[in-house]
């Protein structure tokens, strides 16, 4: 799944996850560096997560004068046919766009909008008393 990332945007990829029936190989090609090849453990593939913050544009790119290529590859490493699902979160954020330090959530018992710290996990709605949990994946803020 190719993608390039714009000129004035850096991109971080975040986490990700695979869930296959066998074993896998993941390849991460990236401009020109040296692909960087994963083989995520056959034995715990039903739902292997992991949240990363080591490839950023940032640490080459500080200014995102250039536009950077992106190509995520899933090869089969088994010896039958196998079926699954990756997912890849690729960040992107605009230079000199602010840092985001609260997020927007919405009750799902009621519907009121509320904003809280961006790193706040655990809600309770300010109209209802529902209390309910929100991921928070992002690590420290910088």
């Known amino acids: 799944m190719p993608y390039t990332s714009p000129i004035g945007f850096l991109a971080s990829q975040k ?11 993941f390849t991460l090609a990236l ?12 034995d715990n593939l039903m739902g292997s997560y992991e949240s990363i913050a080591a490839i950023d544009t940032k ?15 899933i090869t089969n490493m088994d010896t039958i046919p196998i079926s699954g699902t990756a997912q890849v979160a690729l960040i992107l954020t605009e230079i000199s766009s602010a840092i985001m330090t609260e997020k927007r959530v919405r009750c799902r ?10 790193t ?17 994946f992002g690590g ?3």
């Open 15 to 25: 986490e990700r996850f695979f869930s296959f029936n066998g074993a896998i190989r």
């Open 59 to 73: 640490y080459w790119d500080a200014s995102a004068e250039e536009e950077h290529h992106w190509d995520m590859t």
């Open 31 to 42: 401009d020109t560096l040296d692909p960087i090849v994963l083989f995520p453990s056959a």
């Open 120 to 136: 706040q996990t655990k809600i309770k709605c300010t109209n209802c008393g529902n209390e309910f949990i929100v991921p928070f």
């Open 109 to 118: 018992k009621c519907g009121n909008v509320m904003t809280v710290p961006l």
């Open 140 to 142: 420290n803020i910088v």
